[in-house]
């Protein structure tokens, strides 16, 4: 982390000489940094508008510094670590400013492409039940399960303690905390009452909406658009019927909750609930759940349903693979943690279940999917797996993963995705936090 290149920015002649104001570029280092060592270029590139430069270094701990005519335009700064034409690692900034990155500069974090590294420094939450949501082009916020709360700033990687969430905390695994547009963070939670608590940035305070008359859902089925930024709640406890959290409505302060008209052909406690993004409720399917007479999955508009009695499914998770593909994966099969998955498919006229019996090399009772524009990545139990998109073919990348069950994941401004909380495959909370560097 001590290597730091120094971007000399030209401000027009003042007096009697030139003045050059510096920005700092630092990198922070994974812990596992050995494949930096035989590192013997580096590709420094600024865009828009910037330029792409070429550097041949022995190993990583090279400094660098280039000059630039200042202006006011808005930038990302983005360094690729290789050895010959093999790419190493890489990072890039959020967007910034000369100006702006003049006093504190900026922190470029150099991830391996397509596997999880761990941040070198220790945290002020190492708790299980740690979760994490995205602040749109800011960072992201953690929140403990004492309350206590923190904002990571991509900027810097830097901590700052924020305002606590106002008591009582949700148990981790009631709900979702989400983020919009906005950079401001949703805390929705329904297992013993229907709240969605908001962090509005800038004013460092938490607002809660509670729907004291609508019945608790405990184990339903939440998904999150991002863009439209509501929550749809599905079935759970003895409920049939969807919700929608607006979570960043016209006011940008307080959140609504409202019933829709829309049905489940039963409560599917413990399923799952996805959709694509910007269709709202009418691209809703639900998959799984308690009740193993039911549907494995279910078109929640239309009515279509797809393998009858496709078996008691509970725990899943889902990710896209494309636009009408979905796959869905890990939990528990019949009361047992399973390895299947199964690809819902809606390009049809009619909903199609294909199942997978041998998916993942190891059974997960908690997946968290990582992606990138190639594939999936299946994280839990401490392991890694890849599937590509198209052929879902397996791989298991090198690196040392963390979390077994539990915790949460958020994607920087950068593109690369935190992941923090958890834990580990012995039952203890997760004491670091990883990235995941999409492969490019």
């Known amino acids: 982390m001590d290597a730091r290149w120094l971007l000399w920015l030209l401000v027009p002649s003042v007096g009697c000489g030139d003045i050059t104001s510096e920005v700092a570029i630092s990198f922070e280092r994974p812990r596992d940094d050995a494949p930096l060592s035989d590192v013997d270029n580096i590709t420094v590139s600024l865009t828009p508008d910037g330029f792409s430069e070429q550097f041949l270094v022995d190993g990583s701990d090279a400094a660098v510094e280039f000059e630039l005519p200042p202006d006011d335009v808005s930038r990302n700064l983005s360094v690729f670590f290789a050895r010959g034409e093999t790419l190493v ?23 391996y492409p397509g596997r999880l590294a761990t941040l070198d420094r220790d945290f002020a939450l190492p708790d299980a039940s740690t979760l994490i949501a995205s602040s749109a082009g800011r960072g992201a916020i953690a929140l403990g399960s004492d309350g206590s709360a923190v904002f990571l700033d991509a900027y810097t990687y830097g901590l700052v303690p924020i305002a606590p969430f106002p008591e009582p905390t949700p148990a981790a695994n009631d709900g979702l905390f989400v983020g919009d547009g906005t950079g401001s963070v949703t805390r929705v939670s329904y297992a013993e009452q229907v709240t969605a608590t908001r962090y509005v940035y800038g004013t460092d305070a938490w607002v809660t909406v509670s729907q004291e008359d609508m019945q608790p859902r405990p184990d339903a089925a939440a998904w999150f658009d991002p863009e439209t930024a509501r929550v749809y709640v599905s079935g759970g406890g003895d409920q049939t019927s969807i919700l929608q959290v607006e979570v960043a409505t016209e006011d940008s302060t ?128 401490g392991r890694l797996f890849r599937f590509d998109r198209v052929t879902l073919e397996r791989e298991e990348p090198s690196g040392s993963p963390q979390r077994a069950t539990g915790g949460g994941a958020a994607t920087l401004p950068t593109g690369v995705t935190i992941v923090a909380g958890g834990e580990d495959e012995d039952g203890a909370a997760t004491e670091v936090w990883q990235l995941f560097s999409p492969e490019l």
């Open 89 to 111: 690692a890489y990072g890039s900034t959020p967007p910034f400013t000369f100006a702006g990155a003049a006093g504190a500069g900026v922190v470029v974090f150099l991830g």
């Open 254 to 381: 307080l959140p609504s909750i409202i019933e829709l008209g829309l049905e489940l052909d039963g409560p599917r406690r413990g399923g799952t609930v996805f959709g694509r993004p910007g269709e709202g409720e009418a691209g809703l399917v639900a998959f799984g759940g308690d009740d193993p007479s039911l549907p494995l999955a279910l078109s929640v508009a239309s009515g279509q349903a797809a393998e009858p009695g496709g078996g008691a499914w509970t725990g899943a998770n889902c990710v896209a693979l494309d636009e009408t593909r979905t796959l869905c994966a890990g939990g528990s099969l019949d009361g047992e943690t399973t390895v299947q998955g199964a690809i819902v498919d809606t390009s049809d006229a009619e909903l199609t279940v294909s199942r997978l019996p041998d998916l993942l090399e190891v059974p997960m009772r908690d997946i968290l999917w990582l992606e990138d524009s190639a594939a999936v990545y299946a994280q839990g139990e």
